[in-house]
């Protein structure tokens, strides 16, 4: 698969199924936790629809016909400040290692900095150690403790950046 043929797009009605597959591949790819983390998220099967609202935003990594990964950037949920969440950043083994992690962070840091939100939070699991990197050196920096309600409670690394 030649990375021209890749690109990053915001997520479309018809690609929700695949998008899905690619989240919940992730868990068993890497043994993660199924209960308290998104691969049980009511939205999960519905990630087109869940990032309809305001001030949110979900981009897929995708050929012209699969859905290779995705990151999104949403409100947090249940917070009252300006501070929005990088959600359900997942991608397929095909590609895992190959760039789109540090390229999907930085165009949705760009979105959430043009939607105006003060800080982005995020939430992870400490066996995902390259991911957790690849947060850091995108000047994310470690939280002793979560921000909202996002009833990820197998998730235990928080961390957040001032945009």
């Not at 997942?90 to 992690?101: L, N, P």
Request: net charge negative; proline share 2%.
């Amino acid at each position: 698969m030649s990375e021209e043929e890749i690109v990053i797009r915001e997520i479309r009605a018809d690609d929700n199924l695949q998008t899905e597959a690619v989240i919940k591949a992730c868990f068993l790819d890497f043994k993660l936790p199924l209960t308290g983390t998104a691969y049980e998220d009511a939205e999960t099967p519905f990630m087109y629809e869940a990032y309809r609202e305001e001030k949110s935003v979900y981009f897929v990594v995708a050929n012209a016909t699969q859905v290779l990964g995705g990151a999104g950037i949403k409100h947090l949920k249940d917070y009252d400040g300006n501070v929005c969440e990088l959600q359900k950043m997942y991608f397929s083994s095909e590609i895992r290692g190959k760039g789109y992690g540090k390229k999907l962070i930085g165009k949705c840091l760009e979105a959430a900095k043009n939607f105006g939100y003060d800080t982005c939070y995020l939430e992870t699991i400490p066996e995902l150690k390259t991911a957790i990197y690849i947060y850091e050196t995108h000047g994310f920096t470690h939280r002793t403790e979560p921000l909202g309600n996002t009833g990820h409670y197998s998730c235990g690394v928080w961390m957040e950046k001032v945009l």
